[in-house]
């Protein structure tokens, strides 16, 4: 369904329609204003890493437009904005002195979100760790955990009055194995042992980072984003359908479990509960304190079989092929039912609040010809997951609102700028911004809310 107008019919009125992004991948400034640098400035000039060794020295350069930036998202229609703070640029260093002007930036952003009537939703972490904190373990040590918490609490000492809504971390699935264990993200390891410290200390950080957004600003809904992933076995065989839910416990459990439920999964602590780190008294209640909402970063599918290895580690799997072979352009499967697949399961595995869709998108690398982007697989990609929300709703899940990712084109991680994922194309030489077709859509879309229908507040 991608009539604009039909699809908003199968939304309640109060339902938040939003663009994201995230500040490493689209501030660029990468020294100004005594920003200094984080795991990703480090990596992204290393050898082999990055594609094209592109780094986050200009990226979208959003530092230096913020203006014009957010009047192009407010000329999306769109009613709220989902952005992160970059750690490095509010405490540089990760501890010791706080750079006021980092702040200041962060101020005349929320000022401005306000000035236009746009909801502020921001992320305290998403991945620009300060480089000098990796000199102490970064993620793996738990002296980070007290550091993010000091931050957390100077950045809503700050901007807490003026956010509507906040999480701690986003995605701490590629922090924590993407980057510890896959090798994939900065800091670049590949070593379990590393990656269950990050795991534990990540999820410490964020029940210590919610205690310290609480004490500051008790009134602000506090969440946490994650990239939960809806997993299907390759076949029906025992062993497959066995590596299934090994693999739901190590991608899902182990970040779901301590936050919704304050123990991590018995499969888990099993395979690996050995070579974790310590677990302190009180860790756990710290990890596990109520969230007023969750955000779900979905994408694509995970399809998994039992690794036929002799001792492979935990959860020993091996990726088994999409039925249907439809991908974007950076590789990844389109399947938009299991958007609707994951959220009935993780609903019914633990008691989870409010949940906003704070990421959803499609990479697909259209360019500008004759001033304009037809980029039609995104809008359908849109349209199809929406879709499914939109019957997410009607089951009574309590979804929330839904964020695009991403508002423009911006540094993809290890693909660097060659992945597009905006629904604003950004050319790099000139930093001009197109609105795709996607993103002319998305306004016909979200510029009809809020609208007067509140219905489905019956809870
Ligand atoms: C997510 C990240 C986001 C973006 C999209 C494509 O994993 O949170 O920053 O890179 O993928």
């Not at 490493?24 to 020294?31: D, M, P, V």
């Not at 993010?148 to 999480?167: C, E, N, P, S």
Request: aromatic content about 12%; overall charge negative.
């Amino acid at each position: 369904m991608t009539d604009p107008k039909t699809l908003a019919e199968r939304f309640p009125g109060d339902f938040l329609f939003g663009v994201a992004t995230a500040a490493f991948q689209i501030e660029g400034a990468s020294k100004a204003d005594g920003r200094k640098p984080s795991i990703w400035d480090a990596f992204s000039n290393m050898p082999g890493r990055v594609f094209g060794r592109h780094n986050g020295d200009v990226a979208c350069d959003h530092y230096n437009r913020l203006d014009d930036d957010l009047d192009l998202i407010a000329a999306l229609g769109v009613s709220a904005y989902r952005f992160s703070i970059a750690w490095p640029r509010v405490i540089p260093e990760g501890i010791g002195p706080v750079n006021e002007k980092g702040l200041d930036f962060y101020d005349r952003l929320v000022d401005g979100l306000k000035a236009r009537g746009i909801r502020a939703f921001a992320t305290l972490y998403h991945w620009d760790l300060p480089l000098a904190l990796a000199g102490d373990g970064g993620w793996t040590a738990r002296s980070t955990a007290y550091a993010f918490q000091r931050y957390a609490k100077t950045a809503i000492a700050r901007l807490g009055d003026r956010l509507d809504a906040v999480a701690t971390f986003n995605e701490p699935w590629c922090s924590v194995w993407l980057s510890h264990l896959y090798g994939i993200h900065a800091p670049g390891e590949r070593n379990m042992d590393a990656a269950l410290h990050a795991l534990h200390v990540t999820n410490l950080a964020h029940g210590l980072g919610v205690a310290a957004i609480r004490a500051e600003r008790p009134s602000l809904p506090v969440g946490l984003v994650l990239n939960a992933h809806q997993i299907y076995p390759g076949s029906e065989t025992a062993a497959d359908r066995a590596a299934a839910d090994r693999a739901f416990d190590f991608h899902n459990g182990a970040f779901f479990g301590p936050a919704f439920g304050g123990a991590y999964p018995e499969s888990f602590m099993q395979a690996l509960g050995d070579r974790m780190p310590a677990i302190e008294p009180g860790d756990m209640e710290t990890i596990s304190q109520t969230l007023d909402w969750w955000g779900l970063n979905y994408y694509t599918p995970m399809r998994v079989a039992a690794d036929p290895a002799e001792g492979a580690e935990f959860p020993a799997t091996v990726p088994a092929p999409p039925v249907v072979d439809v991908r974007t352009d950076i590789g990844w499967e389109v399947h938009p039912p299991a958007l609707g697949d994951l959220i009935r399961r993780l609903n019914a595995d633990y008691t989870l609040p409010d949940c906003y869709i704070t990421e959803n998108g499609a990479c697909y690398n259209m360019d500008v010809e004759g001033g304009a982007v037809d980029d039609q697989p995104r809008l359908d990609y849109i349209a199809d997951h929406l879709d499914v929300t939109a019957d997410l709703i009607a089951e009574g899940y309590p979804m929330r609102g839904y964020f695009a990712w991403s508002l423009m084109d911006n540094f993809e991680w290890a693909e660097g700028y060659r992945m597009r994922f905006g629904i604003v194309h950004v050319d790099y030489e000139t930093q001009v911004r197109t609105v795709k077709k996607s993103g002319h859509w998305y306004r016909q879309l979200a510029s009809r809310f809020p609208k007067g229908n509140h219905t489905y507040d019956a809870a």
